[in-house]
């Protein structure tokens, strides 16, 4: 017979299991109490702000989830980890944390962001700095005319398609020379944290209007611009760095790059204690698409990544029904929550941040859908909270959506499938 634990045989449950779990009904009661909204918190605390990135939830919530529903020393996984909040709450907050995303750029950034550079790496930075500000006194659009060059046997253009029409001349040369010189760098973490400091000034010293927006909008980043850009962005991570570095506890953070439907890298024997996320939308976002140029200058593959991401509103633009779009994303949610279920212990949590979609004038509540997938997976419902939205703070923001609330869901695992 299989055994299924609810809030109604809680009590019984605990007696025939001994100790070997905590009692959450007091923590549930206390999440229905908070105000969701943080509306005056700030957001972009310590390294929150390193880099940009579409629809990141505000910080605050998963602090919350995670005090509340895990203990110290335990291990909390976002398979949605964009760029990593999930990740630096958990490390602030004395637990393990493992994060996944399917979008390079996403999985570079969590990593820096949850992690610490040697503080002995300092000089060399600063050596870095040095030379970047020599680049800078001897700016100029025609490659050629840099000496420096020959120095720099890493020096090369990403093969960009239409990179003359995304990139002005003296932008190129500049993140050319910026990321050979980063190369040279001794430390694989140094030099991954400036990677994340040119990728996050990237999208706006290109043609590409914005970050949610893949249209070229001409510029004119002046001469020299991307060497200053860089410079005033990887300092300010500096001391971000610094700040971080007296809060952190000192736990693990590990940071994987998979689809989330095989998640192959996940370490095979690590059992996790809470799950954290904010998944895709369907219909809403497009990363390939707005992290292409990050990408193809960073040596990844956007092209591989659009193959696979879930909620591509360009995928589904391109093939198939509305049924079959809203199909193909439960597919994918219950092959998600089938590995979450595999890696989570029993009588734990699991927690889903959505909001609705449309799809061609349809809503699809995904609060809804998460729930019901998930119940074929293994968990059953513990709370559906809902959360008011103030404008300028959600924690998916899309043009496609302008919803007032979400929900966090929060799922119990009863058992193993
Ligand atoms: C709403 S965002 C998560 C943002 C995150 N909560 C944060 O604060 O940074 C959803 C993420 O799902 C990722 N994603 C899309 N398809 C995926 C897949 N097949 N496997 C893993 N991650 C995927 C996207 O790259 C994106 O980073």
């Known amino acids: 017979m299989k055994y299924v634990i609810s809030y109604k045989n809680i009590n019984s449950t605990l007696i025939l299991m001994g100790r070997s779990f905590v009692d959450f009904r007091k923590e549930l009661n206390h999440l229905q109490k908070i105000n969701w909204g943080f509306v005056d918190s700030d957001t972009q605390y310590l390294t929150h702000n390193y880099h940009p990135y579409p629809a990141r939830f505000i910080p605050q919530i998963p602090s919350k989830l995670i005090q509340y529903l895990s203990e110290e020393g335990e291990w909390v996984f976002d398979p ?32 820096v962001k949850s992690n610490l550079v ?18 800078f006194e001897l700016a100029t659009d025609t490659p050629s005319l840099i000496p420096h060059l020959s120095v720099m046997p890493e020096y090369r253009l990403p093969n960009i398609p239409n990179r003359d029409h995304w990139f002005a001349p003296n932008v ?8 050979a010189r980063i190369h040279m760098l001794p430390s ?26 893949y249209a070229r909008k001409e510029k004119d980043i002046p001469i020299g611009n991307v060497y200053k850009r860089f410079i005033s962005k990887v300092r300010e991570m500096w001391t971000r760095m610094e700040a971080y570095q007296e809060k952190r506890q000192p736990v693990t953070s590990q ?38 140029h990050r990408m193809f200058w960073l040596g ?4 591989a990544m659009s193959r696979k991401e879930i909620g591509s509103h360009l995928n589904y633009q391109r093939k198939g029904t509305t049924q079959q779009n809203i199909a193909a994303f439960k597919n994918a949610m219950l092959l998600c929550f089938q590995g979450i279920n595999r890696v989570l212990d029993t009588h734990r949590f699991c927690c889903f941040v959505v909001g609705d979609s449309i799809f061609k ?7 809804q859908l998460i729930t019901k997938v998930a119940t074929r997976c293994g968990f ?3 709370i559906n909270l809902e959360r008011n939205i103030h404008a300028h703070r959600r924690s998916f923001s899309s043009s496609a959506r302008r919803a007032k609330s979400e929900h966090i869901v929060i799922l119990k695992k009863v058992e193993d499938v």
């Open 80 to 111: 949605f980890c964009g760029v990593g909040t999930t990740l630096v709450e958990a490390t602030l907050l004395g637990r393990n944390c493992i994060g996944n995303d399917l979008n390079p750029i996403g999985s570079l950034v969590s990593k």
């Open 118 to 135: 040697s503080v002995a790496d300092k000089p060399t930075l600063d050596s870095l700095i040095a030379d970047v500000e020599g680049y």
């Open 172 to 179: 190129q040369e500049e993140l050319g020379v910026l990321l």
């Open 188 to 213: 694989q973490f140094l030099v991954d944290f400036c990677r994340v400091a040119v990728s996050a000034i990237l999208v706006s010293v290109s043609n590409q209007d914005c970050e949610t927006r």
């Open 255 to 292: 940071v994987i790059n998979d689809d989330i439907r095989t998640l192959e890298h996940f370490p095979p024997n690590l059992r996790v204690q809470l799950v954290i996320t904010s998944p895709p939308y369907p219909n809403a976002f497009d990363y390939f698409l707005y992290h292409r």
């Open 300 to 303: 990844y593959d956007p092209i």
């Open 361 to 367: 004038k349809q809503l699809v509540k995904n609060d």
């Open 380 to 382: 059953e419902l513990a």
